[in-house]
């Protein structure tokens, strides 16, 4: 399977991220380890290796980055606020380092295995940019959520595993500001309206996945995932609830089982 490492710097952050990116062809999918994990999680508990027949088959280009979470939303020394304003650091290189690369690396690739000139593949860009599709476990499935609702021109599709929606409920403390309210699914998607609502009807689609077993109640996963639902639905956003049964808990192989299922109605 082809695999390579990159390190790419972040000025907001002040440090280098890593990103692991397996596969040689198809749709990109961005991949958030579950919480403070690293760009290995996904190899390290088996996820690559469970869809390697999709890797191998060109059918999509997995990149897997490493979390922020310690400084951030686990980093219960600091309020809310700051939690949500140094995700706001993660954010902006996922935003203005690694969309970049991955759209730099898809468009070599295509470019190679198409066998197409400089100039075609430069107006198949500008016409068409790339589109990526978000993924994660998890805390991962809160960004993988929050990114493409907030993003949705770069990232139109999210596909969540046992997400918790609500950063107020990860022991937050401290007075919530903008920073909080525009990093929480839970308070911005029921007040979005008019045009920019209008869009992301037409633009985004989530699908959340959840387990109904052990951990999925004690994370708070199992319902926010049903009361997110909900809200999406409330709104009109489109989307997909899967509950797995209460055997299913709430861990890597649970997800893997899952990711399995749904990412070849993707890709």
């Known amino acids: 399977m082809n695999r390579e490492v990159t390190e790419l710097w972040s000025d907001a952050i002040g440090a280098a991220g890593q990103v692991v990116r397996y596969g040689h062809w198809g749709r990109p999918v961005l991949a958030f380890p579950s919480e403070a994990g690293s760009a290995w999680d996904f190899e390290n508990n088996g996820i690559v290796a469970a869809i390697a027949d999709l890797l191998d088959a060109g059918r999509l280009k997995l990149y897997c980055v490493g979390s922020h979470d ?34 730099a690396d898809c468009g070599a690739a295509n470019t190679s295995a198409a066998d197409t000139s400089a100039a075609d593949t430069s107006a198949a860009d500008a016409a068409a940019p790339i589109e990526i599709v978000t993924v994660g476990c998890s805390l991962g499935a809160f960004h993988a959520a929050n990114f493409a609702l907030k993003r949705a021109d770069l990232f ?13 409920s990860w022991n937050g403390w401290g007075e919530r500001g903008l920073a909080a309210y525009f990093n929480n699914p839970m308070d911005y998607v029921g007040h979005l309206h008019g045009d920019h609502l209008a869009w992301l009807r037409e633009r985004v689609s989530l699908l959340l996945v959840c387990g109904q077993g052990e951990w999925e109640d004690t994370t708070g996963s199992l319902p926010s995932t049903k009361q997110f639902a909900a809200l999406l639905a409330s ?18 192989p649970s997800w893997r089982a899952q990711m399995v299922r749904h990412l070849p109605r993707f890709c």
């Open 235 to 252: 709104q009109q956003i489109r989307h997909e609830l899967d509950l797995w049964g209460h055997d299913v808990p709430h861990d890597w």
């Open 70 to 103: 310690a400084r951030s939303w686990s980093n219960h020394s600091v309020d809310l606020e700051e939690r949500a304003r140094r995700h706001g650091d993660y954010e902006a290189w996922i935003i203005d380092a690694v969309v970049p690369w991955i759209r």
């Open 156 to 168: 139109p599709l999210a596909l969540c595993f046992s997400g918790n929606y609500d950063p107020t």
